[in-house]
T-cell receptor, first 115, second 113 residues
C-alpha cells in the first residue's frame, strides 16, 4: 500500500542557508500535517493544511513557511537556518474528510542537520 | 496545550503489564496513542473519541476519562516488540483546536527477555 513519501530523507545545511522539504501524502488524503522532532523530544506540531488551505498553525518559526499544492503535496521551506533547527521533520496525512478523527499516517521523516 | 505523560520510562520483563498515563489541563476532544521505534515514524495504535471509551489493539488497550481529562494506555502481557516510545496526542475541544494534534513528551518502554 502507498505510504506518505518524504524527501529528501537526509539533508545537511550550513547556518543561514535555506532548505525545502517535500511531502507526498497517500492518494485521496486531503490533509497534511508537519511535525518537528528534536533529539529525544516529542513531535512538535508545526502546521497543517486541508484542501490546499492552511488549517492550523503551531509552533512554527516565522523563518519557516509551508504550502500545499493542487496535487496535495506539501513543501516546508526553512530559511536562515539555525543550529536549533536540526531535527527530524515528519509529515503526516489523513484521509478525505477524516482530519484528526482517526489515524494520522506518518512518513519516515526528513532528517535535517544544520552545521 | 501539550499533554503530560507519565511515567517517563518503564522497564518491563516479557509478560509483565504496564500503564502509561496522559493528562491535560484542557477539555479534550480526542486522544491518540502512537508508538515510535528509534529513528522511525510514529505508528498509530488507537484513537479515543468519546469519554469513557475503551479500545484495544491485541493486548494493548486504552481508556479515556473525559471528566478527568486523561487517558491511560495498558500494555498487557508485554512482548519484546512493545519496546519503543509511546506518545499520546491530544486534540483540545473547541473549533480553534481542530486538526491540531499535540503530543506529550513520550514514555520510553523497554521490554527485556
Amino acid at each position: 500500500a502507498a505510504g506518505v513519501i518524504q524527501s529528501p530523507r537526509h539533508l545537511i545545511k550550513e547556518k543561514r542557508e535555506t532548505a525545502t522539504l517535500k511531502c507526498y501524502p497517500i492518494p485521496r488524503h486531503d490533509t497534511v500535517y508537519w511535525y518537528q522532532q528534536g533529539p529525544g523530544q516529542d513531535p512538535q506540531f508545526l502546521i497543517s493544511f486541508y484542501e490546499k488551505m492552511q488549517s492550523d498553525k503551531g509552533s512554527i518559526p516565522d523563518r519557516f513557511s509551508a504550502q500545499q499544492f493542487s496535487d496535495y503535496h506539501s513543501e516546508l521551506n526553512m530559511s536562515s537556518l539555525e543550529l536549533g533547527d536540526s531535527a527530524l521533520y515528519f509529515c503526516a496525512s489523513s484521509p478525505e474528510g477524516q482530519g484528526t478523527d482517526g489515524e494520522l499516517f506518518f512518513g519516515e521523516g526528513s532528517r535535517l542537520t544544520v552545521l | 496545550q501539550q499533554p503530560v505523560q507519565s511515567p517517563q520510562a518503564v522497564i518491563l520483563r516479557e509478560g509483565e503489564d504496564a500503564v502509561i498515563n496522559c493528562s491535560s489541563s484542557k477539555a479534550l476532544y480526542s486522544v491518540h496513542w502512537y508508538r515510535q521505534k528509534h529513528g522511525e515514524a510514529p505508528v498509530f495504535l488507537m484513537i479515543l473519541l468519546k469519554g469513557g471509551e475503551q479500545k484495544g489493539h491485541e493486548k494493548i488497550s486504552a481508556s479515556f476519562n473525559e471528566k478527568k481529562q486523561q487517558s491511560s494506555l495498558y500494555l498487557t502481557a508485554s512482548q519484546l516488540s512493545y519496546s519503543g516510545t509511546y506518545f499520546c496526542g491530544t486534540e483540545d475541544q473547541g473549533t480553534d483546536s481542530w486538526g491540531k494534534l499535540q503530543f506529550g513528551a513520550g514514555t520510553q518502554v523497554v521490554v527485556t527477555p
